[in-house]
């Protein structure tokens, strides 16, 4: 981290005389490239309302973490989070429903049964503000090291996996020929995308994160030509968007992941009206 602060302190960039900002905006660097490759699996998997779903579980998770008296209730939601997917692609590999059906189940019940625990005898819920709406300058030096190891894991998910998820998606008979597990490839990214919704909450907020999740990859295929401009504009679009929002939430003082969301509906706006145009 003294590297970073060194080389921070050489740009002539106000907001980033603070440590705090600096580690924002090492997160933001981090963020960028992790939402924007799940973003594209995520958009081609047709699993956007599963992500929002994974985040109501999440914020269960903390719930159940908080009421057990855990001093990180991140790593409780962590854990449920991932039970929480494994169950349903356990139930979704085993039923008739339609995916959207069995996921407003899962969502319903995971909200409800977060706000559930954390009013259970009571008790406020003011102190699970701060994960409805996120606040992405509290993140610490540590906190940015476990999310570089997660963006080395969803990256090394992407290039072993995403053709295989691309293909599944599109085609899943064709996919079943050419020897493909559909439901292990489904199963170990949904996990993926548990550990980054859970780890993401308290940084973005619950309220928006399902945006940044959702909106690169939208943006992207809104321009893009094939795979590879897919998954690049994705990216870009993230990386524009992070540095862009946390810019604008320093000089207006608004919440970050406010900004960013809102930066990223601006480009996909952008991209919309491009693809008609052309």
């Known amino acids: 981290m003294e590297l970073w602060y060194a080389i921070c302190n050489l740009l002539p960039i106000e907001m980033l005389q603070w440590d705090f900002m600096k580690n924002a905006f090492l997160a933001v660097l981090l963020m960028a490239p992790l939402f924007g490759l799940t973003s594209t699996m995520i958009v081609t998997g047709k699993m956007s309302f599963f992500s929002d779903a994974l985040g109501h579980s999440a914020f269960t998770g903390i719930a159940i973490g908080c009421i057990c008296g855990i001093a990180a209730p991140t790593w409780a939601a962590v854990l449920f989070s991932v039970l929480f997917s494994l169950l349903f692609s356990y139930v979704r590999s085993r039923s008739n429903q339609a ?8 969502s319903s019940t995971a909200v409800a049964l977060g706000i559930f625990i954390a ?12 994960y409805l709406i996120g606040d992405i300058l509290s ?12 963006l080395v894991f969803v990256t090394v998910f992407w290039i072993c996996y995403s053709n295989r998820l691309t293909l599944t998606s599109i085609h899943p008979q064709l996919a079943s020929s050419r020897g493909i597990s559909a439901g292990l490839t489904q199963t170990v990214f949904t996990v993926a995308i548990a550990v980054i919704v859970t780890l993401a909450i308290s940084w973005i907020g619950l309220l928006i994160l399902n945006s940044l999740l959702v909106l690169p990859g939208a943006s992207s295929r809104n321009v893009s030509k094939n795979l590879r401009q897919y998954s690049l504009f994705s990216v870009l679009f993230a990386l524009l968007a992070g540095v862009a929002g946390l810019s604008v939430s320093y000089y207006l003082g608004t919440s970050a992941g406010a900004a960013i969301s809102l930066v990223l509906a601006l480009i996909f706006a952008v991209s919309f009206s491009t693809r008609k145009h052309r």
């Open 99 to 106: 995916a959207d059906t069995l996921i407003g189940v899962f």
């Open 119 to 130: 009013t259970l005898g009571g008790g406020s819920f003011t102190k699970y503000n701060k």
């Open 139 to 150: 993140v610490t030096p540590t906190e940015i090291g476990l999310l570089g190891l997660v």
